[in-house]
Structure formats: structure tokens, C-alpha cells
């Protein structure tokens, strides 16, 4: 039997990106074009076309299994996705049916970007060894995908998994969402970075300084990451702080779906052993007990790759 | 074809309730005895074993579906019951396989008391209408159930459920659990009443004295629930902040699981419709956008048939 191939297709605000994937989760060949997210939905979906089309062109006459996209956005059922954030004048589109005109003989899957990160690491990273577990994306927000029995819970709408707007403080600070106290008001961009900002100017040693040329506007929770690797200690103490609160809301949903492991993706995850250490400290301090013994916190393994392999683990 | 029964069996710490249900949801004959929880598992068994006897006799030669049973604690897939609060020397129990060895033609069927007056709202009663809800029991304390695709969502080990144990203040009081600012520290038993005892010093008029008899160490969140039935203002208010401080875990668990209706029962959600709109209030006005314009919070409609109905439904 030969080995299957599927195209996977990581649409991002800034690029498309389509990877040649094989059933055993290799990246054979991949591509990347621009979104032009700003020309509207029209435009984008030739961008797909254009990167999907070449892509084609590098499966040598194998049959791909079909093509996999993971669309940022709400996405339901029958492949609508719906308003995708940074993408101009997209409402609802429905993105499986179009690329099905498009490309009629193939097999066409569509989900949410967080969803299909959290299916690539339950196929091919971190998660297959568990059946069970919260995958969370921290990067600029915080968002998620939930596997449950090896498969993705979409919920009733395609909305689960957004554990970034749990309350963790029910009279904390307001987020863009309209709640109070998200997580991700804490520990997303902008809040970060502005705690992160105010330590500074107590601590003008920090190697954060260097990293955005002493633009503080430029402080994003990507450098905080950086700079932990470099040894920085502020840098460190806000990360420990911000996965010390991470923890309570993965302990949250933990107790209420009866969960153990949580698989850390996104840019911030990637800071180090000791930012894992603190939420898995976090979480277990907080779940009921018949769970505690069991808490893992990992990390996630396939980084930038999680968009395309997920993609395609959609249709492979 | 002769409409189906089932034993339903609702296992408390004071007392097992045992009723004849029909497949339409009727309890159609029931009968009570004492638990004799102090005395460990075998009396308990026991007593389960004397209680659905006698309820066998009133079947009239009719066939039943099986026996059900909801019991306290976490029951695992095989009906093992795990660590029930307020039953003596319960650690673990293989329930379901020595309910067999007793009725060993009957099918048999355990799960966690919260669980199935879910399942029984789910099948009989508010929660007909909707595949998908959160089921929240507000009472001495705040637990919980999930229904998916109109069946239950136990978790991979059986635990899920638990709203109780959401933090909504990580800085929050210590719960019993060990974490902090679990919902349930604030609005269980023992926070709420303490908060009304400290609130009644200087609101000497307030009819919740007259119901404890002026004895604050009797005050529970029932009779709460009692005064604001008559009119009771104090009361009224404290109930209206607790349904808030609810409505912010109903709304974390909603945002990540993608639910948009939530069903309350338990002793305090008859205090009347001001609470469900404190809570639902509280939930609109903190879930993500997509959600809001349908989110439904409703009263449970089984009150304490839901024990009996639920466990019967297990089998029917």
C-alpha cells in the first residue's frame, strides 16, 4: 500500500501556507504566499487557490486524500467560516463550498486554526499518547482546541476551546471580549506588555530593553520568551507569574471536563521548561483531588508546522 | 407494544428512594428508606437491595427496562463508585457488579447523582427541548452535568461536571477543595451564610431570623431561598449577587465548551425567577459575542424527582 498524502492549507492573516503531508505527519514539500487580508474574501480565496494549485504541482501523480484548511474565525459544520479577526469585509463565507467548485475532485475539510493545531499535536506531536487533553495556544491571545477520545471537540457551533475567556477574577481587568478578568486579559499582548512595561522602568538591566530597542511599544510576550532563553530574569518572573495564572483557568475547565493532560502551543510556550513548570504547578495546586496525581502540562512539539499538519490530519 | 418501566434509584446520604418510572417519564409508584450511611457499604447495600425489592413487587408482572442508579461520589464506567462524601468507609465500590450478583437478570446501570438529574432533565424535563446544556445543582453546594448531543458527558474517567470548582477570584477564599475562589466558596452553604450572618447584624428585621429562629449557625442557602419567596429583601439580594457571581462560571464553562443553555436546580433555584435572571443577566453580559443573543438560563422543572427519573433513565 502506498503511503497517503493530503494537502493541508494554514490560512493566517498575513500568509497562506500549503504543505504536501504525509499520513505518518512529514511536511514533504510547502509553500507560502500573501493573504492580502485586506482585499476581502474574494481575494484571499485566490490566494488559497494560487498556493494550493502549486502545491499540487509537487504530489508527483500520488492522490492526495483531499484538503484540509484551518481558517481563523468560528467555523461550522459545512466549512462557513465566520469573522475571522484581521481578514477586511469577511463575514461569512463559505469557504468549503467555494474550494470545492474550485478543486471538485478532492476531498475538502475546513476548521478553526486553534482546532486544527490542537488535531496535529493529538496526530503527530505531543498529544499522542493521550487520548484526552486541553490544548491551549498562547501567543499574542490565548486560545484552544480540546481533543476528546483522539477526535476534536467542536462543540454545538464549532466554538469550543476558548479557554482565553475564562474568568479567572470576576472584577478583574476588562477585555476586549466584554468580560472581566480573562485570562487573556492577563496574559495576551496587550496587558502583558504593559505589566511588563511598568517593571521596566525599576529595571533598566533587563535584556527586554535590548530586544525592542527601547520601544516599549514594540513589547510583545514573544520577546518576554526570547529574552527568558537569554537568561532574564524580569523576563522570567512575568512569565512564571502569567503561567502561574494560565494554570487556574486550565484547572478550571480541567475540573469541570474531567481532564489531565494540557498541551502548550504558541509562540510564548516555546520560553522554556520553567514556564511549563509553573502552570503544571499552577493546575495541580488548584484541581480536585482524584485528578492531581495525573496532571501533565507539555509542551507543544510542532511549533510553526501545527497549521499545516493539522490541516491536513483534517482530511488524512 | 405495553409501554416500558425501570427502577430508578436515588442513593442519598439519609435516605434510598426507589421509584417505578415509566418510559414517559412518570414515577408511578415510590418508596424511602433510611441509607444507613454511618454503617458502611454492606448495610448500604443492604438497604439499596431491601428498596428496590419492594419496589419489584409493585411492577405487577409488567417487565423492567433495568435498574438505575444515581449515587453520590465519582462512578466510573463499570459502576464503580468512588469516595461518596457522607457514607462511612466508602472508598471504592464495585456497585453495579454486586447490584448484579443480587438482581441477576435485571440490566444495571450506576452513575453520579448530579449526572443523572441531568440525564432526568435532559429526558423529562427542562432540558427536552435542547441537545446541548449545562446542568447546575445549587444547593449545600454547586455541582454539576453536561449534556452533548442529548447524553451525558462523563469525562474519560467520570468526573466531569464539577462548576463548583471553577475559580472566578484566583486570589479568591479557600474552598474545602483546595483551590480558591472556587464559585462554590461563594455561593455554597458556608460562605453564603456567613456573608447573610454577617449582613443580618445590621438588618435585624430581615424574615431569614424568624426562619432560623434567630439561630445563625442554622442558616443555610434554602432558607435563603424561603425568605426571598416572601419577599424578604435582604434575602432577595444576597441571592441576586450569588446568581452574578454563578452566572461568571456558567459563562467560562459556556465560552469553552460552546454551550448556550444552562439549566439550574437544586434547593436555591426555587426561590423564584429574580435568581435565574440574576444569573442569566450575568452570563449574557460575559460570554463571547457569538453566544449571546441565545443564551437560556432556566429553571429545573423535576425538583427532587430528578434523582429517581434520572437513574430510571439510565436504563430506559
Known amino acids: 500500500m502506498k503511503p497517503r498524502i493530503a494537502i493541508g492549507v494554514d490560512l493566517g492573516a498575513t500568509t497562506v501556507k500549503t504543505g504536501v503531508v504525509s499520513s505518518a505527519g512529514k511536511i514533504l514539500y510547502q509553500n507560502k504566499f500573501p493573504t492580502n487580508a485586506q482585499s476581502g474574501p474574494p481575494a484571499v480565496l485566490k490566494q488559497i487557490e494560487t498556493s494550493v494549485s502549486e502545491a499540487l504541482t509537487h504530489i ?22 465566520k469573522s475571522p479577526p484581521n481578514i477586511a469585509h469577511w463575514d ?14 478532492m ?11 490542537a488535531i496535529a499535536e493529538s496526530r503527530f506531536g505531543a498529544g499522542k499518547k493521550f487520548d ?15 481533543i476528546l477520545n483522539n477526535r476534536i471537540y467542536r462543540g454545538p457551533s ?20 466584554g468580560n472581566r478578568g480573562c485570562v487573556e486579559a492577563y496574559i495576551g499582548q496587550r496587558y502583558l506588555s504593559r505589566r511588563t512595561a511598568e517593571k521596566l522602568k ?24 526570547e529574552a527568558a532563553q537569554k537568561r532574564d530574569q ?33 509562540g510564548v510556550s516555546a520560553a522554556g521548561g520553567f514556564v511549563l513548570d509553573a502552570i503544571e504547578q499552577s493546575v495541580k495546586s488548584r484541581v480536585l483531588k482524584p485528578l492531581q496525581s495525573d496532571i501533565r502540562v507539555l509542551q507543544a512539539q510542532l511549533g510553526n508546522d501545527a497549521g499545516i499538519l493539522g490541516a491536513a490530519g483534517l482530511v488524512l
Not at 484538503?67 to 459544520?77: E, H, L, R, Y
Request: proline share 4%; aromatic share 4%; net charge negative.
Open 92 to 105: 461569512e463565507v463559505p469557504l468549503a463550498r467555494q474550494l470545492q467548485k474550485i478543486f471538485r475532485r
Open 60 to 81: 508527483d501523480g500520488k492522490k492526495a486524500a483531499g484538503i484540509g484548511i484551518g481558517s481563523p474565525g468560528v467555523v461550522d459544520d459545512d466549512g462557513v467560516v
Open 234 to 266: 524580569l523576563a522570567r518572573e512575568m512569565l512564571v507569574e502569567a503561567g502561574t495564572l494560565l494554570g487556574v483557568a486550565i484547572a478550571a475547565v480541567m475540573n469541570v471536563m474531567d481532564l489531565r493532560v494540557s498541551i502548550i502551543g504558541g
Open 132 to 146: 484526552n487533553f486541553l490544548f491551549v495556544i498562547w501567543g499574542t491571545g490565548v486560545g484552544g482546541g480540546i
Open 107 to 117: 476531498r475538502i475539510r475546513v476548521e478553526n486554526d486553534a482546532n486544527a493545531a
Open 158 to 177: 464549532g466554538g469550543a476551546g476558548e479557554i482565553g475567556h475564562c474568568s479567572i477574577d470576576y472584577n478583574g481587568p476588562e477585555c476586549n471580549c
Open 202 to 225: 525599576s529595571r533598566p538591566d533587563s535584556k527586554i530593553l535590548e530586544l525592542v530597542n527601547g520601544d516599549l511599544s514594540k513589547l510583545e510576550p514573544m520577546y518576554l520568551a
